[in-house]
């Protein structure tokens, strides 16, 4: 029975079951099975294309959960709930049959928000008063899907965390204004997987593209008022059902559909999708917020409320936190995690906020019933778990403290390299320490140095082209009188607030966006990178556009700084055919034997005079200049074949002090030759080698990568056709940076 033809035949109602909850289509009917703890009566509520509503009681409760089923019901039927119960706040219990609330197991929903007072349970101006119209006219509605899909033999790409380039994207500001996407498709999972961003992706060497809230949100009513939106989506509705706004065919269903054919396209081109999850508040905010699910249905079950259970408990500076400690709250985050994986074909999740997540009682817990869960789980244990580890609660910043089997977004990884390149005194140790995996971090709990995502830029915060361009926030639009967005961003605008006709200036703020990707391309651990940063992308100084849904925000591909775009992929191909910069274990200090010699230890840290760092070093508040040396034969650990892992050797060196500084090659235990590979300045020459103990000039602010250098006799012999392909494969050596100089 279809929407249109609800009314015109009597409904049979059977009993059905009471798993899986949500509403499921089994080909004849719709089951539909829905938890509420301290429910008296349940009703499901059906309308159809006129909005017109069918009710019907389910009479069915096992272990709270109730259930029907419906034997004509068919996908893209519309429906909600009315849960009868008793409405006190003062206890925690907030039902109201007034008010139709949403299946947080429904896997579509269509339609948005009327911010009316008949949302809201109470009259506004009084919130101890209840209010009693009905919210059925102005609420979205849950919808039934059709789950049967073609995958194709669609198979999980499973890129290893250390072979992973990830590139944090939003569905609606990748595409948008892309020239070559069709209108009809821009801002929606069809544009993510049209051939221009699948070939921009692959052509920057990305492996995994991890997209910013796609679970259903809201859009704030605060927000609607001033007539912005809430561009980020970090205010979820539901965890099952794909934001409807990002479908180019309807979202009545069909976001379903076109959500999965997305994945299937990355899939086919070696692509993973990691989900931005926020799991750890609703959109529902707190005691003054408005009734659309989960209040609705059990609010003492779903949510962390405060002594007095009038108030929500808020780590998350949202209004109210999911309680972490009721097993029905458990179960509604694992089973859309399972569902994500085993029916939408996701590849991992970053976690929002994820301390919050770990705190059952008030403290954050690495030993938490949640991470206990995720654990033991034989699907979602198996694919990326990534954390922001942090939340705005007390004790919340957990960086280096999440359990093995997940990774971190390393937030003192990016604040230092910010530091260092801004040329920050005191910051070249703690810099040696996170270019190298974070082993302070991450060693003592047996994990590894991909732990470590690294980061210079995300979403929150300045770009990168922004992040060498203004000192200071300029966040006007998101009219806050400037109070939003983070005061301290560890930025220099390299000589000149904001857009410059400067050339010199310019030409300073192009190397130091070339300093940092190449600082984290080469960095032990996992790159992450902004989306936009490899074009030059701006949001004019914005740091906080989470309700800037406008050109700010979105990628203007018509003004991309391509050179800039041609570094970062030389850098993710270096990066890629050189296991020394994905090394799967920490540096060690063991010594490895190169041919007959004495051999050297995995990496040696350089003076710029050609000698090892020694303490007194690492302790000059002023040195801002240094080198280290990669031993590709001391490589830890076996590939996939179980054979020893080696490689050219490599020295890196970092000047990030106004001045330019000679440098010596060591001439002692490392004796190699060396070319020059990567020089953010453009100065040096490449293919000729370097021998040890010959100097050079290190620029003011500016990274040169060196190759250990073979002899041409050394190479293999290689036919015509061999050489082609190999040259057409191999890394397109950026040797002379003034040839991709950002203008």
């Known amino acids: 029975m279809t929407p249109a033809t609800i009314q015109d035949a009597p409904l049979k109602s059977w009993p059905g079951t009471a798993y899986p909850l949500g509403a499921t289509y089994d080909g004849s009917g719709t089951n539909f099975a829905i938890f509420s703890g301290g429910a008296e009566k349940v009703e499901l509520c059906l309308f159809d294309d006129e909005g017109n509503e069918t009710r019907v009681q389910l009479f069915e409760q096992d272990a709270y959960v109730w259930h029907c089923y419906l034997p004509l019901v068919q996908p893209g039927q519309r429906y909600g709930y009315r849960i009868h119960g008793p409405y006190d706040p003062a206890s925690g219990q907030r039902y109201n049959p007034n008010k139709l609330v949403i299946d947080p197991y429904a896997k579509a929903v269509t339609g948005n928000i009327d911010w009316n007072q008949a949302v809201f349970s109470y009259n506004f101006g009084d919130p101890e008063s209840r209010n009693d119209e009905d919210s059925a006219h102005y609420m979205p509605k849950g919808v039934v899907i059709n789950p049967f899909f073609d995958w194709a033999g669609d198979r999980h790409p499973r890129t290893p965390y250390a072979d992973s380039f990830i590139y944090e994207a939003h569905v609606k500001g990748l595409t948008m204004l892309h020239p070559d996407v069709p209108e009809h498709m821009r801002g929606t999972y069809a544009g993510v997987s049209h051939p221009a961003i699948i070939e921009h992706l692959k052509k920057l060497g990305v492996t995994a593209i991890e997209l910013m809230p796609v679970h259903e949100f809201v859009h704030d009513s605060t927000l609607v008022e001033q007539g912005l939106r809430n561009y980020w989506g970090y205010n979820t509705l539901n965890f099952f059902s794909p934001h409807g706004d990002y479908s180019s065919t309807g979202d009545a269903g069909q976001q379903v559909q076109e959500f999965k054919s997305m994945v299937r396209a990355l899939h086919a081109n070696g692509i993973e999708v990691i989900l931005d999850v926020v799991y750890n508040h609703t959109a529902e905010g707190n005691h ?50 399972r569902y994500w994986v085993t ?21 954050v817990d690495k030993l938490s019933a949640f991470f206990d869960l995720v654990q033991q789980d034989p699907i979602v244990s198996q694919v990326k778990l990534i954390a922001e580890p942090w939340d705005v609660g ?12 997940w990774t971190e977004w390393n937030g003192k990884y990016r604040d230092t390299v910010r530091d260092f390149w801004r040329g920050e005194p005191s910051t070249l140790g703690e810099f040696a320490t996170r270019i190298t995996g974070s082993a302070d971090l991450y060693e003592r709990s047996g994990r590894r140095p991909v732990a470590s995502i690294n980061f210079v830029t995300a979403h929150d915060g300045f770009t990168l082209h922004d992040l060498v ?40 703020r192009a190397r130091q966006q070339r300093n940092f990707i190449a600082t984290l391309m080469l960095s032990q651990g996992v790159p992450m990178m902004l989306h936009g940063d490899e074009l030059g992308r701006t949001q004019r100084g914005n740091n906080n556009t989470y309700a800037q849904d406008n050109e700010l925000s979105w990628i203007d591909w018509s003004s991309g700084d391509q050179p800039l775009t041609e570094f970062v992929r030389a850098l993710s191909t270096l990066r890629r055919e050189h296991p020394t910069f994905r090394r799967r274990h920490f540096f060690n200090g063991k010594v490895a034997k190169r041919g007959e010699g004495e ?68 001439s002692r235990e490392i004796t190699m030759s060396w070319e020059v590979v990567i020089d953010t300045a453009g100065e040096l020459t490449s293919h000729v080698p370097f021998h040890k103990g010959e100097e050079f000039q290190l620029e003011p602010r500016s990274l040169v990568v060196l190759r250990e250098y073979l002899e041409p006799e050394a190479e293999p012999d290689h036919s015509v056709a061999a050489s082609i392909a190999t040259m057409t494969a191999a890394i397109p050596i950026v040797t002379n940076t003034s040839d991709v100089t950002a203008t």
């Open 288 to 337: 003054l917020g408005p009734t659309l699910s989960f209040r609705g249905l059990d609010n003492a079950a779903y949510y962390k409320l405060e002594p007095d259970a009038r108030y929500y408990t808020d780590y998350t500076g949202t209004g109210n936190s999911l309680n972490m400690r009721h097993p029905h709250s458990l179960q509604l985050i694992m089973d859309s995690l």
């Open 343 to 363: 029916e939408m074909h996701v590849d991992g999740f970053r976690f929002d906020l994820a301390s919050t997540l770990a705190r059952e009682l008030h403290d």
């Open 394 to 405: 007390p004790g919340g910043y957990q960086v280096g403290n999440f359990p093995p089997l």
């Open 469 to 508: 361009s203004y000192n200071e926030k300029h966040n006007e639009a998101n009219g806050e009188d400037g109070r939003d967005g983070e005061s301290h961003n560890r930025s220099w605008n390299s000589g000149a607030e904001g857009p410059t006709a400067d050339p010199e200036i310019n030409a300073l």
């Open 599 to 666: 051999g050297l230890p995995d990496v040696v840290w350089l003076s710029t005079d050609g000698s090892q760092m020694v303490d007194e070093d690492w302790n000059e508040a002023f040195v801002r200049a240094t080198g280290y040396f990669l031993n590709g034969d001391a490589i830890a650990g076996r590939d996939e074949h179980g054979e020893r892992i080696t490689d050219r050797s490599f020295i890196i060196y970092f000047n990030a002090s106004e001045t330019d500084i000679p440098v010596t090659l060591p």
